[in-house]
């Protein structure tokens, strides 16, 4: 098996878990099912997928038709952790597939106000 198919060193394949949202399974009734999980870990198996994937879908496609506002679950900011050199990297796929900052925000859990400083941040240093 591809070891970027498998989430950290937890042994869980991405596959198993993008089958179980297939089902409609929702990121608690994964998270029972494998406790080692973080919220994170299931972040970045949809970062993988969406690399692997969807590079060429645009925001609209993605969130534009399936996404409701007003019934969206509340959104856990992370904004109070250091940036991981993970992070960094999932920021710059992201800016490169040209997801805008609110779409970025939502999938990497942190503020808009906390990726553009990112973003900013990354800039200056790489000139």
Request: with cysteine; proline share 5%; hydrophobic share 40%.
């Amino acid at each position: 098996m591809e070891s970027w198919l498998r989430i950290r060193n937890t042994g869980v394949n991405i596959l198993e878990i993008l089958e179980l949202v297939s089902k409609g399974c929702s990121c608690p009734e994964i998270q029972e099912r494998y406790p080692n999980l973080s919220h994170r870990d299931l972040a970045r198996a949809a970062a993988v997928v969406l690399d692997h994937v969807v590079s060429h879908i645009s925001v609209d496609i993605l969130f534009g038709a399936t996404v409701n506002p007003s019934s969206a679950r509340p959104v856990c900011l992370h904004d109070d952790t250091p940036w991981t050199d993970d992070e960094d990297e999932e920021l710059r796929r992201l800016v490169r597939y040209r997801f805008d900052q609110r779409a970025i925000a939502r999938l990497l859990r942190r503020s808009e106000r906390a990726v553009t400083a990112r973003l900013e941040q990354i800039r200056s240093s790489n000139p």
